[in-house]
């Protein structure tokens, strides 16, 4: 089944204790991307790669770092998590310029 | 700054009535994509479109590009219609950009 995965799920954690939230596409697209959508705000992008090894800044990137070391996998990294960045966080992949398919969500709360 | 506006923030509707969602962006987009939110989360793509119209089923999808506008339509809304339906554009610097949403209800 084509799909887009995200691990974990929910996650709550304190402030400063790193964290990884995984992200991997059995489509073989090339475009994969990380939002965060908050109440009134609605989806922001975080960080987007065109491919293996590039990665580009989006809307909102501070406090995140992101890999693309393999085509399938799109790791996003909060090395120092503050409350701010509490939110629903969805990756999305697609085919370059194409309809992105979007994970099912990670519900973060950082304390 | 809103790359993207959307109208209206809320919904209501009684079931069999003609529903629009109106988007207007102001960045150079290469497609224009709308989605599909239900609560519990998940995300739908439902149209993307660069041009003209679309239909699947009940909804369509328009667009125009001159005037950095797009309408989706629902004929003879459901309650399963029931939603939050966000546009997206992708720009020709293939970021992406979202409006806030409309919140949907289709009473029966």
């Known amino acids: 089944e084509a799909q887009v995965t995200q691990n974990p799920r929910y996650l709550i954690t304190v402030t400063g204790k790193k964290l990884t939230v995984t992200c991997s596409q059995n489509?073989?697209?090339?475009?994969m991307s990380w939002y965060r959508q908050d109440p009134g705000l609605g989806l922001r992008q975080i960080y987007y790669?065109?491919?293996?090894?590039?990665?580009d800044k989006g809307d909102v990137p501070e406090g995140y770092k992101v890999s693309r070391k393999e085509k399938r996998n799109f790791p996003l990294i909060l090395e120092s998590p503050s409350p701010n960045q509490t939110s629903l966080y969805f990756c999305?992949?697609?085919?370059?310029?194409?309809?992105?398919?979007f994970g099912p969500g990670t519900r973060l709360t950082v304390l | 700054k809103n790359e993207v506006e959307q109208s209206p923030q809320n919904l209501t509707a009684q079931e069999g009535e003609f529903i629009t969602i109106n988007c207007s962006y102001s960045?150079?987009?290469?497609?224009l994509h709308w989605l599909q939110q239900h609560p519990g989360g998940g995300i739908v793509s439902l149209f993307m479109?660069?041009?003209g119209k679309k239909k699947h089923g009940r909804l369509i999808a328009t667009i125009n590009i001159q005037e950095k506008h797009s309408s989706l339509h629902i004929t003879a809304s459901h309650p399963r219609d029931s939603a939050v339906y966000i546009c997206?554009?992708?720009?020709?610097?293939?970021?992406?950009?979202f409006g806030t949403g409309t919140s949907l209800t289709v009473i029966p």
């Open positions: 999305a992949s697609s085919l370059y310029g194409g309809t992105q398919y």
């Open positions: 489509m073989n697209h090339e475009y």
């Open positions: 790669s065109m491919n293996v090894e590039v990665t």
């Open positions: 960045v150079g987009i290469s497609a």
């Open positions: 479109l660069s041009s």
């Open positions: 997206a554009v992708s720009s020709t610097g293939n970021q992406f950009y």
